[in-house]
Nanobody, 121 residues
Framework: QVQLVESGGGLVQPGGSLRLSCAASGRAFSIYAMGWYRQAPGKQRELVARLTSGGSTNYADSVTGRFTIARDNAKNMVYLQMNNLKPEDTAVYYC???????????????WGQGTQVTVSS
């Protein structure tokens, strides 16, 4: 069992930056692929960034070059650095811990409660 708690959301102007943090409790944090997802009002939840246990990353096209995911296994933490934020980045951001199902899919096991990010002038 893994518990995930996100923090760091808030209101920021377009072009600004935020860093989201996700604190994980429970065993074997390092074995999980950690991901950040987001859900905007009226839209489906979507993958923003994933960082596997082996260190591989993938990003949504819409955030590539602006967002960076990182993890600190010693502290059971995962981060999402978000730069050059745009109004369309406004959403609730969720931390997820998962395991590979096959070469391209993951079983999304655990979720945090989410943190709101609002990008507006």
């Amino acid at each position: 069992q893994v518990q995930l708690v996100e923090s760091g959301g808030g209101l920021v102007q377009p072009g600004g930056s935020l860093r989201l943090s996700c604190a994980a409790s429970g065993r074997a944090f390092s074995i999980y692929a950690m991901g950040w997802y987001r859900q905007a009002p009226g839209k489906q939840r979507e993958l923003v960034a994933r960082l596997t246990s082996g260190g591989s990353t993938n990003y949504a096209d819409s955030v590539t070059g602006r967002f960076t995911i990182a993890r600190d296994n010693a502290k059971n933490m995962v981060y999402l650095q978000m730069n050059n934020l745009k109004p369309e980045d406004t959403a609730v951001y969720y931390c997820n811990a998962g395991i590979p199902k096959d070469s391209s899919e993951y079983i999304l096991l655990y979720w945090g409660q989410g943190t709101q990010v609002t990008v507006s002038s």
